[in-house]
């Protein structure tokens, strides 16, 4: 579906933001900036969810293991979108000051040796989104472009190990790990 409307640009803003980050993409296995490696690394931001599984019973481990590493991109759930008037215009009409906020969820595996004990991954995974951060902190800073947001904070939780509980209640660690950037945008640049 195309990009329309004031919530899903910022949303499409925020997207192109993360896949201008080198490390990024580096994270995703996608070495490059032509073209065709950015719609590689776009490929891997799911809007929401991932797309719909093909069996009614949902995905099995294997096949989500496949997909990562990926990230789904949303609006935040408190303040997604707030346009608030700032001046009235001596016509009547009013200019009002935008922002908002969208949720990066970043899921990537966790290697089958370190499952009961993934410090190492979850080092990993927190130097990669720090200089991700970084990246996007100089990137959201650029002035004269209207590709992307002007960034208030960045706020980046976890990352966590995954678990769930089994049929008999038992705790079950497993293959990956999530962490979660949320970014409180201001008014479009």
Known sequence: MAVDGEISKSLDAVRTLLIDSERFRTWLGVVGTDPEKRLQASAKVFDIYLDPPKEVDGYTKDEL???RPYVSIDSGED???TSVSIAAEADGSSQYMDSGSVVLEFHTNIPKTEIKHPRDGILQLRNDLG???AEMKA???TS?????????????FGPI???ALDDKGDVQVD???IAVMQVDWGELT
């Open 65 to 67: 293991r496949a997909f």
């Open 175 to 177: 293959d990956n790990l």
């Open 144 to 156: 004269g472009t209207d590709q992307y947001v002007q960034v208030a904070r960045f706020t980046v």
């Open 79 to 81: 303040e997604a979108y």
């Open 139 to 141: 990137l959201a800073g």
């Open 161 to 163: 190990q995954v678990s």
């Open 131 to 133: 200089v991700m951060l």
